[in-house]
């Protein structure tokens, strides 16, 4: 589980890393048309793996949960979702971008911000003990 968290850490900062590349690319001039802009946040989006890095955590949290105990099995299954929900807001803040909305981006990113849980692995560790 540490390889796949870790692996997301490192998947988000490619991603980053990408977005900054193509946002500066546009500030140059090098990027000039919007579909080439869209373009390169895309590459970058999927060049990082991101959402199947987050995807591979999820499952592995619903394995977790399926050899533990019932309140090991609870605790698997709210993380899961905590990491569906992170995955779809993700995906969501990354079409924003793609659109050019900032708007959209901005509450978006507010909303995910709000609604995201303070679950730990550490609870899962200790509830699957």
């Known amino acids: 589980m540490a390889d796949d968290e870790h692996l997301v850490a490192v998947a988000y900062h ?19 048309k919007e579909a080439d802009l869209k373009e390169c946040l895309d590459a970058g ?27 090991c099995k ?9 990491v569906q929900t992170e995955k779809a807001a993700l995906l969501k803040l990354h079409q924003d971008l793609v659109n050019g909305d900032v708007n959209a981006y901005n ?6 911000e709000a609604t995201a ?7 899962l560790l200790k509830a699957c003990q």
């Open 14 to 32: 490619e991603f980053s890393l990408a977005q900054k590349a193509c946002v500066k690319k546009a500030k140059s001039g090098e990027i000039t």
């Open 74 to 82: 609870t605790k698997a299954n709210a993380l899961a979702g905590l």
């Open 117 to 123: 849980g303070n679950e730990g692995v550490q609870a």
């Open 107 to 112: 509450s978006d990113l507010e909303r995910a």
């Open 45 to 71: 989006f999927s060049a990082s793996g991101l959402a199947r890095r987050i995807e591979a955590l999820r499952l592995q949290f619903v394995a977790i949960g399926q050899a533990g105990s019932d309140a």
